[in-house]
């Protein structure tokens, strides 16, 4: 039998998180293959529905990733993220799926290694909780 | 399900044309392209897809008060119910509020392998049981605390019902598990969801071996009562829990410590037109010693609605409901708006919460749920 892959959905706030991905990619840095990124604007503008729609499609997990707050394009992206975060977790853990499943980074431009480490560290716990209860309806679909 | 079989299920050809409808309806008073006289219009001359792809056909509150009014007894509700559903299989389904949020989680929760963790809220104060005659159906209070970003105060309901239930002694079953009830899906089309949401719940109602099933929340209440019998089958007495309190009311069972408090009493439109259940919540308010009830201008049939349904199309003219509603209130002098329903709270208080010119006046009044006030007046038993 195959091992489990996880799919992870990466919400990526452009200026940032998004770059540092496109720099791990032309600076040859080895990471897991799971993570499908999603380029949003700013990690401000991501909404729990982003988050449930990716569940409901099957992720296994999901990361939001943007700018640290001293670096954000719109002065206050990563405050919204953080309060909106807080929320979505709440909404997650009550549904019954693990904490692991869910993680809030904030990644800039430069860091790229951070962001590689980043999905190996996700893709490794994953792997230890194992597919999503909502994956089963998806299993036809292959990473 | 065509559009001949609605016409001839919920009786639209007898519609005499006479306006009743649209001059009664809450949306119609702001929204001017809003008309059910219209969209029964349209549905009799055979224009399906000007009913199906018209933005307004998820405006409709299914409030009842056009049904109520009606000479002719076109069950208005029922129409757009299925025609949402018509609406729902051609990939309609209205501008859903907070992006989808509660639709989605709707969705998800009919996965048979889900796990919730649905009851985290529960302490020691409360005393429940795995074996017992009556069940208490929670509802979706453990998904609002999270979904909204203003205090919403509905796993309080839950949590003064369950203070009331053991101040009778009664150690109720909740359900770990337990779905939503679908109501929103139903009113929204998607009734494929509703029905497995409904196999879902009877299966675990049924395995738990429980005689009652008390609610706190009407739109649970009367999904059970009136569109679970035409998918699921549950042999349970349904009760509402103003129903359950004033029932113990009769007989003197309860015992209030003086609270003093001018209250008025909205009717939400579940509770108060779809299932006639009028006098029992106003029944318990009068027994509490220091409350007065005044009743506002719109009460009981007539009253006005919190302004959405289904957490669908909830746009400025909601909003202008909601402001006239409060004002309603505010007019009679009340310090306090009782209602019975969670999600007329919540509809109410993001009308305080969000304020701009263009929604109304701002207006300020404390909403409370009726168990709230109950929960808070009850003497301790010795």
């Known amino acids: ?20 991905a496109d ?51 719109y002065i ?43 999905v190996e560290e996700m893709v490794g716990q994953l792997k230890k909780v194992g597919p999503s209860p909502f994956r089963k309806v998806r299993e036809d679909i292959t990473v | 399900m065509t559009l001949d079989d609605i016409i001839k299920e919920t009786n639209t050809f007898y519609c005499l044309e006479c306006g009743k409808c649209s001059s009664i309806c809450p949306i119609s008073r702001y929204n001017p392209a809003y008309s059910p006289r219209v969209m029964v219009e349209h549905a009799l001359l055979g224009l399906e897809d000007d009913l199906v792809y018209n933005r307004e056909l998820f405006s409709c509150l299914t409030c009842y008060a ?30 859903c509020a907070h992006s989808g949020t509660l639709q989605s989680l ?40 999270h979904i909204f970003d203003f205090e919403t105060k509905s796993i309080d309901i839950v949590k003064a019902s369950l203070k009331i239930l053991n101040y009778f002694g009664i150690e109720p079953v909740l359900l770990p598990n337990e779905r939503c009830c679908g109501h929103d899906m139903l009113w929204t089309g998607d009734v494929e969801t509703f029905r497995r949401l409904a196999e879902h719940n009877a299966a675990l109602i049924s395995e738990s071996g429980v005689k009652k099933i008390i609610f706190s929340c009407p739109e649970c209440y009367q999904t059970f009562k009136e569109n679970y019998p035409n998918y699921v089958k549950i042999d349970c007495e349904l009760q509402h829990i103003s129903e359950f309190l004033s029932e113990a009311i009769e007989k003197d069972e309860l015992s209030f410590k003086e609270t003093k408090r001018k209250v008025t009493y909205h009717d939400p439109c579940r509770l108060g037109r779809h299932m006639g259940i009028y006098e029992p919540p106003r029944k318990v308010l009068e027994a509490i010693p220091g409350i007065e009830l005044v009743e506002m201008k719109h009460s009981k049939e007539e009253s006005l609605c919190c302004g959405t349904s289904a957490f669908t199309n909830c746009d400025l003219y909601s909003k202008q409901i909601r402001v006239e509603r409060l ?18 709270q919540i509809h109410f208080r993001c009308a305080m919460v969000n304020k701009g010119e263009e929604k109304g006046p701002d207006v300020e009044i404390e909403v409370m749920d009726m168990v709230n006030l109950v929960a808070n007046a009850l003497e301790e038993k010795n």
């Open chain 1, 23 to 73: 720099i791990a990619g032309t600076s040859r840095i080895q990471y897991p293959h799971n993570v499908s990124i999603v380029r949003v604007m700013c990690s401000g503008m991501v909404d729990p529905i982003y988050v449930l729609r990716a569940f409901e499609g099957g992720a296994d997990g999901v990361i939001i990733a943007g700018c640290s707050y001293v670096d954000c394009h």
């Open chain 2, 66 to 95: 056009c049904q109520l009014k009606c000479p002719s007894d076109v069950n208005y509700p029922l129409f757009i119910q299925k025609m949402r559903a018509i609406a729902s299989n051609n990939g309609e389904h209205g501008e």
């Open chain 1, 76 to 118: 206050n992206g990563p405050v919204k993220c953080d309060a909106m975060f807080e929320r979505l977790k709440g909404i997650v853990h009550t549904l019954g799926l693990e904490d692991e499943r869910l993680r809030r980074e904030m990644i800039s431009t430069s860091e790229s290694i951070v962001f590689a480490h980043v």
């Open chain 2, 106 to 145: 709707t969705r998800l929760v009919t996965n048979p392998a889900v796990k919730q963790r649905r009851l985290e809220w529960l302490s020691d104060e409360f005393r429940t049981s795995d074996r017992s005659d009556v069940l208490f159906f929670v509802g979706c209070a453990p998904y609002f605390e």
């Open chain 2, 327 to 344: 004002l309603e209130a505010k007019d009679t002098g009340a310090e306090t708006l009782i209602t019975s329903c969670p999600k007329c």
């Open chain 1, 1 to 20: 039998m195959n091992e489990f892959e996880p799919v992870i959905i990466a919400f990526c706030c452009n200026w940032c998180t998004y770059a540092a």
